[in-house]
């Protein structure tokens, strides 16, 4: 019967870490099986990268933005926002901040702003790595040589997620924006020898079952180091303010999935996870994620890095989100790692 199929396939990924497209279809549609699924994700997660659980301190830095994706409230046409761009002596004192917190990564986010240009990254990569600590950027395409500069300065890790590997879906969604040069983007990254990570939105209109298990099957492809899977959140002040947006069920099925699939990869319980659960990032943790990337960015600015409404924390402090995250991590028995965090790549 179908029930046994899927309870199959469950065993079969569980052990071969390998699907066809077909069955990563069959699973995320699957709503019979959907304990058992999130069950063997949690128990690969243990298996291959622990119960350590990373954290990021993430600093977002400037909400200026070049580009005018469809979905997301820092995009150039939304006047509505009130615009920030921190200062290079202020990210360095949130970075400062962080480790006291005893972060032992820095995630520099941003939107595309070119007033960072390539000497004034590298001037905080450097910055921020005599600090001890390992350095994450996300701050968008750019050309092969800058990112091979900010590799030079000594960053490690590179975020940019594919949003969706529907080139057609993405070319409509991020307007001026080619996928075929986000993929060489993803390519130069890895081949520079960051850590990458990329990952996807969830239910993001026009996007299919199909599409999310091409979206897993490239991750796995790409052999990508981090994945960051989250819902799409409609904002009103976008073009897609209407659309009914990702639910935090099929955002954790992705991930599960992903888990299953690139079983030694790290892989956060995103925010945007957590403002649709309250629950959100510790059933993520018990889903398949090993990752947290708590907000270090202080004051106002807070409020403004407005991807979408509801996003938690925006009226916490850096020591009080440090304080909670810590709590939700030991009361499910989880521990928080002391390490840098790198992939453990096994056999
Ligand atoms: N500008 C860089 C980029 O696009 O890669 C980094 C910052 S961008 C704000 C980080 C991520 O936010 C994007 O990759 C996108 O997946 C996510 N995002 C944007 N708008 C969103 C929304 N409405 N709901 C959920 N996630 C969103
Ligand atoms: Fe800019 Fe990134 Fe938002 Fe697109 S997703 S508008 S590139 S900040
Ligand atoms: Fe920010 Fe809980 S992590 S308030």
Redesign the pocket.
């Given at each position: 019967s179908a029930g046994r199929d899927i309870q199959a396939l469950i065993r079969k990924v569980e052990v071969t870490h390998a699907l066809a497209k077909d069955d990563v279809v069959a699973l995320l549609r699957d709503t019979h099986y959907v304990e058992d699924f999130f069950a063997a994700a949690d128990r690969v997660r243990r298996k291959y990268v622990g119960d350590d659980v990373h954290l990021r301190g993430l600093i977002e830095f400037s909400n200026i933005?070049k580009?005018n994706?469809l979905?997301?409230?820092?995009r150039r046409d939304n006047h509505k926002l009130k615009r920030y761009r921190l200062k290079p002596e202020t990210i360095v004192e949130f970075a400062e901040k962080a480790q006291s917190y005893g972060y032992r990564t820095v995630v520099l986010?941003?939107?595309?702003d070119e007033w960072f240009d390539v000497e004034t990254m590298t001037y905080l990569i450097k910055k921020i790595k005599e600090m001890d600590l390992a350095v994450t950027l996300?701050?968008?395409?750019k050309p092969r040589e800058v990112y091979q500069k900010y590799r030079e300065a000594g960053a490690d890790r590179y975020?940019?997620?594919i949003?969706t590997t529907d080139k057609d879906l993405y070319e409509k969604l991020d307007p001026g924006m080619s996928w075929d040069n986000r993929v060489r983007c993803l390519i130069d990254l890895k081949e520079l020898g960051f850590e990458l990570g990329t990952?996807?939105?969830v239910g993001i209109p026009g996007q299919t079952v199909e599409s999310l298990a091409d979206d897993i099957l490239f991750f796995k492809k790409l052999d990508a180091d981090m994945i960051?899977v989250?819902?799409?959140?409609?904002?009103p002040d976008?073009p897609?303010a209407a659309e009914k947006?990702?639910t935090f069920e099929q955002s954790t099925k992705v991930m599960a999935m992903t888990r299953l699939l690139l079983p030694d990869s790290n892989i956060p319980a995103t925010t945007?996870m957590e403002s649709l659960n309250p629950q959100g990032r510790v059933l993520a943790l018990q889903r398949g994620a090993n990752v947290v990337m708590p907000n270090v960015t202080e004051g106002e600015y807070r409020q403004l890095?407005q991807?979408?409404p509801g996003k938690i924390c925006i009226n916490d402090t850096p020591a009080h989100c440090r304080f909670c995250i810590t709590g939700k991590i030991l009361g499910i028995g989880r521990r928080i790692s002391e390490t840098q965090g790198f992939r453990v790549k096994q056999a």
């Open positions: 933005c580009q994706c979905y997301c409230g820092l986010q941003s939107g595309e996300s701050v968008g395409e975020l940019l997620r949003e990952g996807c939105l960051g989250g819902p799409f959140i409609p904002n976008t897609l947006g990702g945007a890095y991807l979408y």
